[in-house]
């Protein structure tokens, strides 16, 4: 019996490890992991992404479906929300009317969530840029951001001795202004040494996604300098934008582009992809969190019903 227990432990290992080297078990995540199941996080986090949601394909029901399945298979904490909530503000033809009305089945959709907080980025489809001006009380990101009930169009929090950064990469060739960065070296600098951070934007920082399409952040090389400076802090990025599901790990920091709940914005998918939804390989769905009080992060991709 012994024999076979052994045998059962160094198989059981051997999975693990190459689960961890496949990316379906991030590196930074198996510590935790390997405590034997002792440890418990101290947060769940669900991160939704690229829901576009509109009129049409059922976008609405199939959206609050996958909301009603998060909170009742992973009982989330809190909910992140990675921009480009609505299908499209920033198209040239797009009228008040159409802005109007799909922020509304975003509102209702909410609703769902009751008492959940939704913590909320900026996606690039979200501002609505033709308002006839720019005094308009629709124009642009300061009306998403009363849109999204978020205190700024960057901004952070604290969890459970969890520190969470918002990023605003709608800017320049996607990048940071100078004020946001500026902000963001004071805010890693005032944490206490050893503060496990989660840094959103709604673009890639890093990662193989933006590889295969684009979309990332230009100031990618920037911001990692920074990132490695306050290694002993930063423990993940997450973003969306390029519907793609990546797992990348550089310097410690583990880099996530979480899919889309909208895969191919509600569509039939690729004519070339594995099932209906996907956009290339990747399936419509969301992403569960796990954050341990260690800075370990355990971050795993759902698809969801198409």
């Known amino acids: 019996m012994e024999i076979k227990r052994r045998a059962l432990l160094k198989a059981a290992a051997g999975i693990a490890a190459g689960m961890a080297a496949t990316g379906a078990m991030p590196a930074t995540a198996v510590a935790a992991h390997e405590k034997g199941g002792k440890a418990r996080p101290v947060l769940t986090v669900a991160h939704i992404t690229d829901v576009h949601i509109r009129q049409g394909d059922n976008a609405p029901q199939r959206f609050k479906s996958c909301l009603k399945q998060i909170i009742s298979k992973h009982k989330p904490d ?3 929300n990675g921009g480009d909530s609505i299908n499209d503000a920033s198209y040239d033809n797009v009228v008040r009317d159409q802005v109007t009305e799909q922020w509304g089945i975003w509102d209702d959709c909410m609703q769902l969530l009751g008492e959940y907080e939704v913590h909320s980025c900026i996606g690039n489809h979200d501002p609505w840029w033709k308002a006839p001006a720019k005094t308009d009380e629709m124009f642009g990101k300061d009306y998403v951001v009363k849109r999204l009930k978020i205190p700024n169009r960057y901004y952070s929090f604290s969890k459970k001795n969890w520190h969470f950064i918002v990023l605003d990469g709608n800017n320049s060739n996607i990048s940071l202004d100078a004020e946001q960065y500026a902000w963001l070296q004071q805010e ?3 944490l206490p040494a050893g503060t496990p951070t989660l840094l959103m934007s709604h673009y890639p920082i890093l990662g193989t996604t933006q590889v295969l399409v684009g979309g990332g952040h230009s100031d990618c090389k920037k911001l990692k300098d920074l990132f490695y400076k306050h290694k002993d802090k930063v423990r993940i990025c997450l973003s969306g934008h390029n519907h793609l599901s990546d797992h990348t790990v550089y310097n410690d920091v583990l ?3 979480n899919g889309a709940m909208s895969g191919f914005w509600w569509g039939k ?3 070339e992809s594995a099932g209906p939804g996907y956009y290339l390989e990747t ?7 796990k954050l341990y009080a260690d800075g370990t992060v355990d971050n795993q991709y759902y698809p969801h019903a198409f």
């Open 78 to 80: 809190f909910f992140l």
């Open 188 to 190: 890693l600098e005032k």
């Open 255 to 257: 880099y996530c582009c």
């Open 269 to 271: 998918g690729d004519a």
């Open 283 to 289: 399936p419509p769905g969301y992403a569960i969190l």
